[in-house]
């Protein structure tokens, strides 16, 4: 076996490993493709098939790592905590007044402290709308002004 074989083996344990330092399977691939092409030098291939062989399985194995990464670290299909009641109504427990900072509004089962949308100061048992979440807060609005905007 010539030198090209050691250095194809040495680049593939090199980027391997190497792997282990970086996020996201960058380094893997060509890894992968180090030791194909490493594979191609030991049957005494050319350097263009060795080179050949770690461009197309490099490009083979990014290809299938990124899809497989991605796939790995989708957004979860079930939404949690706030924004699940994102759309949902609920009713004011305690009156909202932003500049007070006060405010607590039930929905379905769970009481949330509230913000209302565009500082509207909301009387306790007004129905409400979820808008959004912002951290642990509920932005609301009221159903019936929401209603009246919509028609």
């Known amino acids: 076996m010539d030198y090209g074989f050691w250095l194809w083996l040495g680049a ?11 996020a996201g399977f ?3 691939p060509f890894g992968i493709g180090a030791a194909a092409a490493a594979a191609v030098t030991y049957f005494n291939y050319s350097v263009a098939w060795q080179w050949t062989a770690f461009i197309a399985i490099s490009g083979l194995s990014l ?9 790995m670290t989708h957004e979860p299909p079930q939404k949690v905590a706030g ?3 994102i759309g949902k109504e609920g009713t004011v427990t305690e009156r909202i007044d932003n500049h007070a900072n006060q405010g607590r509004v039930r ?4 009481e949330w402290v509230a913000d209302s949308e565009g500082d509207a100061i909301m009387e306790k048992g007004t129905r409400i ?5 912002v951290g ?3 932005v ?6 929401a209603a009246s905007t919509v028609q």
């Open 12 to 22: 593939a344990v090199l980027l391997s490993v190497a792997e282990i330092f970086t």
């Open 26 to 28: 960058f380094l893997l």
């Open 63 to 71: 290809f299938a790592l990124r899809r497989f990464s991605d796939h």
């Open 83 to 85: 924004d699940r009641l």
């Open 107 to 110: 929905v379905e089962r769970e």
């Open 129 to 133: 709308r979820v808008t959004g979440v």
């Open 136 to 138: 642990a807060h509920l």
């Open 140 to 145: 609301v609005e009221d159903c019936d002004s």
